[in-house]
Structures are given as C-alpha cells and as structure tokens.
C-alpha cells in the first residue's frame, strides 16, 4: 500500500518564478494538508483541502495557492517565488473522521 | 505558535528507555497530545496519541498527567536508528473531522549513541 507521494523530490527554481508541487495522498484518504519546514525548523501549517475545497488556511500570503481534485491528490501553487520560499515542502493526508496523519518525505525547494 | 513546550535535545543509551517530556500546561479538554518524530530528510511519522488515558502501542507508550498538563512519551528499548526529531503537539479534532491543523514546535532532538 503505497503511503503518501510527492513530486518533484527536489526543484531549483529563480527568484520570480512560479512553481507547483504534487500529492497524492495515501489509497482511502480524502483530506490533504500542506506544510513549509524550513532548515532547523518545525513544519508550519499552510492550508488543508477537503471534498476539493480549502477548510483551513495559516499564515501564508496569497501567493501560496492550492487545488485539490477529484481523486483527492492535491498541488501547491508558489508565484513570485522569494528565496524565503525555500523550503522542505511536506503533503500529510488523512481520513475523514479519523485522527491520524500520513507525511510524505517532501519536495527540497531551493530558490535561487 | 505552539502550545507545547519540549527540551531542545536530550540523549538515551542504546537498549535503555527513551523518556521524552512535554509541557502543555494550556491544553483544553477537547484536545488530544500527538507525537510524531522526524528522521533526517524524511517527513514526520506518526507515533502515537491520547487525550487522557495512557496509551500503548508497538512503538512507544505515552503517559499522560492526571491534570493533562504533561506528558511522557516512552521508548522502552531506544536504538540507533530511534535518533530523530520529536514533536509533541496538541491539537483539536473538530468535530470529528480531520479538519485540525498541526501545530508543530521545535522538537527534541533525540541522540541515541552506542
């Protein structure tokens, strides 16, 4: 049973520039959450999809957009991408009703 | 910012039991203590939860206060490859949804040496 999948692994992007990851979430989750960990720190909570919609939202501007579909796998917009932006960017899905989170190992963002 | 409080880092032999605290002086009683831990360049990993009951599973115990103001978690046999990072986190499960976020502190970090 697969757990939960990101890709790209790892991505070098410029100043300015636009990137977007993916999640699928692990066979019968229905909700994702995405978060930003970056070096020496705990993940930080960016914003949940459930029934492709966003339920919660944390502190991040709006350049940080998301999208969740039918088959429940998500994606994580960045624009105007800052080299504050880089990051450990992490997926955990979960099931509805239940309390359990699954993490994926994360996309390395490095902005340049 | 997270409602827990954990020392920055502690070390445990292997073969010995792993004792990490956490201070949640704040939590309401809607709210559950979660522990997760993260090896280096992995995602966090899921260990273990309670809300007021001591719990036990294959990976470790957790020991939570009568006033759910502290908790234990418990390695019994700590080996090299339990060295990682630990969260304790509280946190609400709204109405029975998995709607709640995570709110993750610092951590401990976990030496397990030889």
């Known amino acids: 049973d697969a757990g939960v999948t990101q890709s790209p692994t790892h991505l070098i992007k410029t100043r300015g520039q636009q990137v977007t990851l993916r999640c699928s979430p692990k066979?019968?989750?229905?909700?994702v959450s995405w978060y930003q960990q970056a070096l020496g720190q705990g993940p930080q909570f960016i914003f949940q999809y459930y029934e492709e919609e966003e339920r919660q939202r944390g502190n991040f501007p709006d350049r940080f957009s998301g999208h969740q579909f039918p088959n429940y796998s998500s994606e994580l917009n960045v624009n105007a991408l800052l080299l504050g932006d880089s990051a450990l960017y992490l997926c955990?899905?979960?099931?509805?009703?239940?309390?359990?989170?699954?993490f994926g190992s994360g996309t390395r963002l490095t902005v340049v | 910012d997270a409602k827990t409080t954990q020392p920055p880092s502690m070390d445990c032999a292997e073969g010995r039991a792993a004792n990490l605290p956490c201070n949640h002086s704040t939590i309401s009683g809607n709210e559950y203590v979660y522990w997760y831990r993260q090896i280096h360049s992995q995602g966090p990993q899921y260990i273990i939860h309670g809300l007021k009951n001591n719990e036990t599973n294959e990976m470790a115990s957790l020991i939570i206060t009568e006033d759910r103001k502290s908790s234990t978690l418990i390695l019994p046999h700590a080996t090299l490859r339990d060295t990682a990072v630990y969260y304790c986190i509280v946190r609400v499960n709204a109405g029975g949804t998995s709607y709640g976020k995570l709110t993750f502190g610092q951590g401990t970090i976990l030496t397990v040496h030889p």
């Open positions: 955990a899905s979960s099931q509805s009703g239940h309390l359990g989170y699954t």
């Open positions: 066979s019968g989750h229905d909700t």
